[in-house]
């Protein structure tokens, strides 16, 4: 079984770089604290992919942030990872439309849909952001248009997420590759050959939790060889708090109180981790 790790690797003796992603029990604690529908949790868990392995790729020193804003199924989607490999995540979804909805394509989850891409560095840094219309296939599809389009970086991705049933309890289990080559090394036939060769990776491989990153690396780039650097261990990590509840509720007008206030208690539930919190009056 493998673990929930980023692993960043070079090819081409250092002049293409990149991110491998493997998770599994990381999507599982974040996707099982949400009923989502399967269109929405398949979507998130790609999206925690991404974040995952950008966070890695611009050496994120606090949080990255994807979010997804759409007119379609997917009303507000976010994923934020941290410089400690902790990451979470949740969705709003439009439940009517899902009703109505049998069988769903990208373009339905995520019609008319934007991609802001949010990179804060911490304390005393300006936040940096980008943003790219979601059209195409898929999530990666977008993904690598926003990198060419928005950061004229020559980029390669690809996601996959699925269920492993084996022990017959569904087991989430994702994995991702990105290959990024700055526009100032000119070595295009190199990049080309490494481009077709991550599409020559498949869905069950990516997701396959008995496959690792070192393997499935070793069997894609092998003959041009590929280095590979130390992995990060991805971890779900939720920053909500009591306390942060608590500063929350005193920012409420005493006006506007009451309406927040069910049986005597006010119930505080982070949208990222379920955690509730509750506070009577006397809190305040
Ligand atoms: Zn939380």
């Avoid at 081409?12 to 029990?25: A, Q, Y």
């Avoid at 990024?180 to 396959?208: A, H």
Wanted: glycine share 8%; hydrophobic share 40%; charged share 25%.
């Amino acid at each position: 079984m493998i673990n929930n790790i980023v692993l960043p690797f070079v090819l081409n003796e250092g002049n293409i770089r990149g991110r491998m992603c493997k998770l599994s029990t990381v999507l599982d604690r974040i996707l099982n604290a949400h009923d989502y529908p399967l269109p929405i949790a398949k979507l998130l868990g790609e999206l925690l992919i991404a974040t995952a392995i950008i966070g890695e790729m611009f050496k994120s020193k606090h949080l990255i942030t994807l979010q997804i804003k759409s007119e379609g199924l997917v009303q507000l989607m976010i994923a934020d990872y941290f410089a400690d490999g902790k990451t979470r995540g949740f969705a709003k979804f439009d439940v009517e439309k899902l009703k109505k909805n049998e069988k769903l394509d990208f373009n339905d989850l995520i019609k008319n849909g934007i991609l802001t891409v949010t990179l804060d560095q911490g304390e005393g840094t300006d936040i940096y952001q980008g943003i790219v219309a979601l059209d195409g296939e898929d999530l990666s599809e977008s993904i690598k248009k926003y990198f060419i389009s928005s950061e004229q970086i020559n980029t390669e991705i690809k996601i996959a997420l699925g269920q492993d049933l084996t022990d017959g309890t569904p087991k989430w289990c994702g994995g991702g590759i990105m290959i990024q080559m700055l526009p100032t090394e000119n070595f295009e036939d190199e990049w080309q050959k490494n481009q077709l060769f991550i599409n020559t990776i498949s869905v069950s491989e990516l997701i396959d939790p008995n496959l690792s990153a070192e393997y499935l690396l070793y069997r894609l780039f092998h003959e041009e060889g590929v280095w590979v650097d130390q992995a990060k261990v991805v971890n779900f990590g939720c920053r909500c708090s009591r306390e942060r509840f608590h500063t929350f509720l005193k920012a409420i007008p005493s006006l506007e109180l009451p309406n927040y206030i069910v049986d005597g208690k006010i119930i505080f539930t982070c949208e990222f981790c379920s955690n509730n919190e509750s506070f009577t009056e006397q809190d305040l």
